[in-house]
């Protein structure tokens, strides 16, 4: 089972190219899952030190972008004796191959984890269609 | 007789890595951004370890967990952090992506000087885990008068 495995350290995938920043620092690709039901989407992305006021999701036409900026944690007299990993902005795009429904988008993030669903627009949804026989 | 004058005392510092270790840090902090300097040890989690005067710092970024997943023990000036990370499976979907992993994990963080581990503080904000440990009163520069 997946719950017994070790975790290994995976290095924070600095973005290649992102939309032109205004702000210095690296920028980070958040791990994320992305699965689907009938009725939404549903993606999950680990954005730690992310406060939930900070986290900011765009739809337009069909691209999903999800930001998510980062206050400095560090006490000013600090002095770095171990950097194992940096510490950045989240910035991630998607592209959405099915109609939603912008009105019903929830967004939850608890834990250093976003919580996005998005439900799909009524004209998405499988429909079943009866055939009426005389 | 000859003396030596190089080896008066108080010429050199007390650990001679130090002064390159000090200049290391002094040559990345000019670097600015050209080099970031990212050293991993390659056991999750990665962690941060920084001082100021009183106290050393550990951060690590666990998105997801509960203090409750979080085992952390200190000994002496050693530190063990262990703990699972879950990821709740959801039923009747399909996938797209899944780059989010779950499993356990176990770590031993030696800390540069003695820690006082009876006042260390630990906080879990945002998926991110701060561990403060005050340190023992002779791990703490103390500043000289001169009279």
Do not use: C
Not at chain 1, 106 to 116: M, N, Q, T, Y
Not at chain 2, 104 to 118: C, K, M, N, V
Not at chain 2, 127 to 143: C, Y
């Amino acid at each position: 089972m997946s719950e017994q495995k070790e975790l290994q350290v995976r290095e924070k995938q600095e973005v290649a190219s992102p939309a032109e920043q205004i702000r210095s620092g690296p920028v980070f690709t958040p791990a994320v899952d992305i699965f689907e039901n009938e009725k939404e989407i549903v993606l999950l992305a680990d954005i730690p030190g992310v406060k939930a006021e900070d986290v900011n999701i765009d739809l337009r036409e069909n691209i999903l972008t999800v930001t998510g900026d980062i206050a400095p944690f560090e006490g000013a007299g600090e002095q770095d004796l171990l950097t194992e990993y940096e510490v950045g902005k989240y910035y991630r795009q998607f592209t959405l191959s099915e109609v939603i429904d912008q009105s019903k988008i929830e967004a939850k993030s608890e834990k250093g984890v976003l919580r996005l669903t998005l439900p799909k627009a009524e004209k998405a949804l499988p429909r079943r269609i009866t055939v009426k026989s005389n | 007789m000859m003396t030596n004058i190089f080896a008066l005392p108080g010429w050199g510092r007390s650990n001679p890595l130090a002064e390159t270790e000090r200049l290391r840090r002094e040559l990345d902090r000019l670097a600015g951004g050209l080099f970031r300097r990212v050293a991993q040890a390659g056991i999750f989690p990665a962690v941060n370890l920084t001082e100021d005067r009183d106290n050393y710092y550990i951060r690590a970024e666990l998105p997801g967990l509960d203090a409750a997943d979080l085992d952390i023990q200190a000994a002496g000036n050693t530190l063990s952090l262990s703990g699972e990370r879950k990821i709740s499976a959801e039923e009747n979907v399909k996938y797209h992506r899944r780059e989010r992993e779950a499993g356990r994990f176990s770590r031993i963080i030696h800390l540069p000087g003695a820690a006082d581990t009876e006042k260390i503080e630990a906080s879990l904000v945002n998926g991110i885990l701060s561990i403060s440990i005050p340190k023992s009163e002779a791990a703490k520069p103390r500043q000289i008068r001169v009279n």
